[in-house]
């Protein structure tokens, strides 16, 4: 089969390798659809992997072609990437999310930029009816996005600002608009992200660097500031403008990964005190018994809440993969979700 192998950082290889056999307890998925997530461009370019090579790839959707429960086959599902240990405290509590020693395809172990990927048959989301491969294979950046917007605690009537109008701030946007958050206000460093977010409806988006994001909020909320803050772009300045615009006793919640060191001014780090704000921090996805943000992303896909194929900006073949990657590595125009489609 083909594959987008990694064999060091910066060596990325559409080669052949050979098909893998599913074991115990696992289905093999033909892949259909697999995203690039933006932690896939310093896993390539400048972090590496855990190990080499490895096959990448950890947003996806596909059909199961062989399985032990023959009624499996011909199924099309997403699959929860993270593969749990099993045995420590977190995930005797079904937070697998917090696992102390877990595994996870695309980047400890073989992941989705390949045609077939066997797959732990426990990881499995099947996909109702109606439900694309293009849309399943959005299924992690959509549970997280879930994940983060229930720690805002943020509900009808609310105010919510996102920085960060990336995937996975879209997705946020999404699930605000259709939990009837009143007042969704999206911020951005660019001009193109500013007109996306519009023109899928976010009229309350803007350039920060541009405009002024508290006269925003303090003339939606009438000075009040916003009741929750979501910072998703891992960057000190965005994270400091949160704390500054959630209201006394509002939250922020941390979502953006830090590519570099984390700092507060004293200012910053005196609104957390004297607002008494509350602050979050959001990893991953919930997928257990009592609580599974991945069923309810597929099921929001089937009832319509979310439209994730207006996301998609990119879409590509695996062979025109260096297309893909130095599109979104030198950012040469932008982009919203790129996307192999096999």
């Known amino acids: 089969m083909k594959v987008l192998n990694l064999h060091g950082v910066g060596d990325l290889r559409y080669e052949e390798v050979p098909r893998p056999e599913p074991k115990a307890g696992e289905v093999l998925l033909q892949i259909k659809a697999v995203g690039i997530c933006g932690s896939d461009i310093p896993r390539v370019f400048t972090k590496g992997t855990y190990h080499f090579p490895t096959i990448i790839g950890h947003e996806f959707a596909g059909e199961i072609v062989e399985a032990e429960d023959k009624d499996l086959v011909g199924q099309g599902a997403a699959v929860f990437p993270l593969l749990p240990c099993g045995k420590c405290e977190a995930c005797r509590d079904e937070q697998y999310a917090r696992c102390s020693n877990y595994d996870y395809y695309g980047s400890r172990r073989d992941g989705a930029m ?68 009143k007042n969704i206000l999206l911020a951005t460093r660019t001009d193109d992200k500013v007109n996306f977010a519009k023109k899928l409806g976010f009229d309350m988006a803007v350039n920060a660097e541009k405009e002024s994001l508290k006269d ?115 950012r040469r125009e932008m982009y919203c979700k790129v996307m192999f489609v096999l």
């Open 114 to 181: 390949a045609e077939y990927l066997a797959v732990k048959r426990e990881n499995l989301c099947f996909l109702p009816a109606g439900v694309s491969y293009e849309e399943a294979a959005m299924s992690e950046p959509a549970a997280v996005a879930l994940h983060a917007f229930h720690k805002s605690g943020v509900g009808q009537g609310d105010t919510l600002l996102i920085y960060g109008i990336g995937t996975i701030g879209m997705i946020i946007a999404q699930w605000a608009r259709a939990a009837g958050v």
């Open 216 to 330: 925003l909020v303090d003339e939606v909320t009438e000075g009040r500031g916003a009741d929750a803050c979501i910072e998703g772009t891992g960057a000190p300045e965005p994270w400091a403008e949160c704390l500054s615009n959630a209201k006394a006793g509002g939250r922020v919640v941390c979502m953006g990964n830090p590519q570099a060191n984390m700092s507060l001014s004293q200012d910053a780090y005196w609104r957390i005190l004297r607002k008494e704000l509350i602050l979050m921090g959001t990893w991953n996805s919930s997928f257990g018994s009592r609580e599974n943000d991945w069923l309810e992303a597929v099921k929001a896909m089937h009832d319509k809440r979310l439209d994730l194929k207006s996301l998609i900006t990119h879409r590509y073949a695996l062979a025109e993969y260096k297309e893909a990657f130095s599109l979104m590595h030198e």
